[in-house]
């Protein structure tokens, strides 16, 4: 496995980038559109933080002689058929949006790492038994699997994490798998063994760094897809329950019945989505040229 010198690589393409600083404004001007994602992710993080200053109203106050109001300077973008100001419901659900997507990542992630790492490492029966567990996993699509978990478990924040953390194991644990099979063959692995390293101090101080820059540009690249995800799942009724405000449920309330009256309750919850999804796909595409040399022209 070769190591990336990121240093090398900036003098080779043409950046005399010494500082931190300075690498960082090379990458976010060679690669423009992932720069933007981050733009977009971290607007969003700094949303999540501030939310309770952000937001002029609360997102759970009902007033009924306010229903259905067009956006104005009090409303900024009008109000629901309660009344809740939907400017505040947005904002407060950009942080069940990321906490879902970052929780449900963080927890199907690090189980993935956890079975392909073992997998690759003990090989044999070990491997044979993940393996096939993880096709009956990945014959189902994400969505259908995550339909399936949240209509058994129930709606609830919980279980949506956990609905579509699981589906995302197979993923992780394949690429962690890979990589493992083809670093325990390395010469560095058996230098480490000759000196009577321990096969799990091996596994963990050894082989599991260098199959990191490939699971961060997974990982990144499935936050949009849990996002949505969750956008679907509430949408459909199996996501986060009333009063919460999500994006989805914001969706499935106005989409049939105010489409046409009131479309601003459509159309802000889905330029939410929208971006958040994409902001995230272009920051993750982004990762995977500067991280993973295959990438390279």
Do not use: C
């Amino acid at each position: 496995m070769a190591a990336i010198n990121f240093d090398v690589e900036l003098r080779r393409a043409g950046a005399h980038a010494t500082g931190g600083w300075r690498r960082v404004l090379f990458l976010a001007q060679r690669h423009v559109l992932g720069a933007a994602g981050l733009m977009i992710m971290t607007l969003f993080v700094f949303t999540v933080i501030f939310a309770d200053f952000i937001a002029r109203y609360d997102p759970l106050s009902v007033d009924s002689a306010h229903a259905l109001m067009r956006p104005s300077l009090a409303h900024w973008m009008g109000t629901d058929s309660f009344g809740r100001d939907v400017f505040s419901r947005i904002i407060h659900g950009a942080r069940i949006s990321l906490a879902v997507g970052i929780g449900s990542t963080a927890l199907g992630g690090t189980i993935g790492v956890i079975v392909g790492l073992t997998s690759g490492y003990l090989s044999g029966w070990v491997d044979l038994v993940f393996q096939r567990v993880s096709d009956i996993l990945q014959a189902l699509p994400l969505l259908v699997l995550a339909l399936i978990m949240t209509a058994a478990l129930g709606p609830s924040l919980p279980n949506v994490i956990l609905a579509i953390a699981i589906p995302l194991i197979p993923t992780v644990s394949r690429v962690t798998r890979a990589n493992t099979l083809a670093l325990r063959e390395q010469p560095f692995v058996e230098a480490a063994k000759s000196i009577g390293m321990s096969e799990v101090r091996i596994a963990l101080r050894h082989v599991l760094p260098n199959t990191l820059a490939p699971l961060i540009v997974l990982v990144t690249a499935q936050l949009g897809s849990t996002i949505l995800t969750e956008a679907s799942l509430s949408f459909l009724g199996l996501g986060i329950p009333e009063p919460y405000p999500s994006w989805g449920r914001m969706l499935s309330e106005s989409a049939a019945e105010y489409v046409r009256t009131a479309p601003w309750l459509v159309i802000f919850p889905g330029i939410a989505i929208s971006l958040a999804v994409f902001g995230a796909n272009l920051f993750g595409d982004a990762l995977r040229d500067i991280l993973d040399p295959r990438q390279r022209g």
